[in-house]
């Protein structure tokens, strides 16, 4: 089923939880919604749901305008971080619940959960849990699932296992997905493509390699996690930054600018101080500082990580610094 919002906007008094929002998502599509707390990922998921209603715009299914079309009869399946499962029901009837001829035992086959039918929800662990009311959200059979944070309160080693799973359910269904996370590396684990919310606006849609490799803005590169960025001017095809100049392909006059971590080499140029070298397995994330310029990110093979204190000098790689557009 595809999905298009066009211009929705959701107003709560003076404030704006959504502000003209446009978004397509086309048949069998898996997109995820990422951002900030409060930035309205909630509320988008709620306006396609039907459970909130716009205060302007229109949400269309299969082209079909559902703006007035109550929630029951949208043909969605939703799995909602408020429509938690019932403790002491079991499996089945917690999955039959509002779906009274669901197949239990083919659902709980496909979410990788056989034969815990008859259990109590209260005696299963939180990943299956979550496992049974994904089977739940699938019960109708929806050809879109919308799901607000899937793997919200799993451990981290839970999650990356679940996060796997889902992505080749969805695959296997063929069935349309948003999916909303606040957890980058889930959302890249997850989608086919990513939206990033900022303020009840969309700040950028893409792949997940486009996002990761070309924020669109400041604001999608620091919540990205990148720190090396930086307000510069370039003269001439040269960037002068705080860290010291980089050959950047960009017209003249003022661009924010991102430089990866790994794109600041440790082979001469300015010079730093190790500030802080924090070890992440298969690399050293390393912080310098450099007088009179914001910290400077730099990641290092394990092996040629300098110690703090050390004194290094830095280039930038300008095929690793990237121009942002806001
Ligand atoms: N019913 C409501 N009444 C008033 N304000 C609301 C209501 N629902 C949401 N908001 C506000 O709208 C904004 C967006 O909320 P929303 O829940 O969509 O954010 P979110 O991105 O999902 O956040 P989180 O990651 O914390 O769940 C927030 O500022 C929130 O306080």
Request: overall charge negative; glycine content about 10%; hydrophobic content about 55%.
């Given at each position: 089923m595809s999905l298009s919002v066009t211009g929705v906007s959701v107003r709560f008094g003076p404030h704006s939880a959504l502000s003209d929002v446009y978004l397509d998502v086309a048949d069998a599509e898996v997109v995820a919604v990422l951002g900030p707390s409060g930035s309205g990922k909630s509320t988008l998921l709620r306006v396609i749901a039907g459970l909130q209603e716009p205060s302007s715009g229109r949400v269309f299914l299969d082209d079909v305008d559902v703006t007035r079309v109550p929630p029951h009869r949208r043909g969605l399946g939703l799995m909602f971080q408020d429509?938690?499962?019932f403790p002491h029901r079991d499996v089945a009837g917690n999955?039959?619940?509002?779906?009274?001829?669901?197949?239990?035992?083919?659902?709980?086959?496909?979410?990788?959960?056989?034969?815990v039918g008859a259990r109590r929800v209260d005696t299963l662990s939180g990943g299956e849990q979550q496992r049974v009311a994904l089977a739940r959200a699938l019960a109708p059979s929806p050809r879109l699932l919308m799901l607000d944070e899937p793997l919200g309160q799993l451990d981290r080693a839970l999650r990356e296992r679940l996060v796997v799973d889902l992505r080749r359910?969805?695959?296997?269904?063929?069935?349309t997905?948003?999916?909303?996370?606040?957890?980058?590396?889930?959302?890249?684990?997850?989608?086919?493509?990513?939206?990033?919310?900022e303020s009840g606006r969309i700040a950028q849609v893409g792949t997940p390699r486009e996002v990761w490799e070309r924020p669109a803005s400041?604001?999608?590169?620091?919540?990205?996690?990148?720190?090396?960025?930086?307000?510069?001017?370039?003269?001439?095809?040269?960037a002068s930054t705080p860290w010291g100049t980089v050959a950047l392909d960009a017209t003249d006059g003022e661009h924010a600018i991102l430089v990866r971590p790994s794109g600041v080499l440790l082979d001469g140029g300015t010079e730093a101080t190790v500030d802080l070298a924090t070890f992440a397995g298969d690399r050293v994330e390393v912080l310098l500082t450099i007088?009179?310029?914001?910290?400077?990110?730099?990641?290092?093979?394990?092996?040629?990580?300098?110690e703090p204190g050390e004194t290094v000098s830095v280039r930038l790689d300008p095929a690793q610094t990237v121009v942002l557009a806001g």
């Open positions: 429509g938690a499962l999955i039959r619940f509002g779906n009274g001829s669901a197949d239990v035992a083919a659902l709980l086959e496909l979410v990788g959960l056989p034969s359910l969805f695959v296997r269904l063929g069935t997905v948003l999916a909303v996370t606040h957890d980058q590396r889930e959302a890249f684990a997850l989608a086919d493509r990513l939206v990033v919310m400041e604001f999608v590169a620091s919540f990205l996690g990148f720190t090396n960025v930086a307000r510069v001017k370039v003269v001439g095809g040269q007088p009179g310029a914001p910290p400077l990110e730099v990641h290092c093979p394990p092996a040629v990580a300098p």
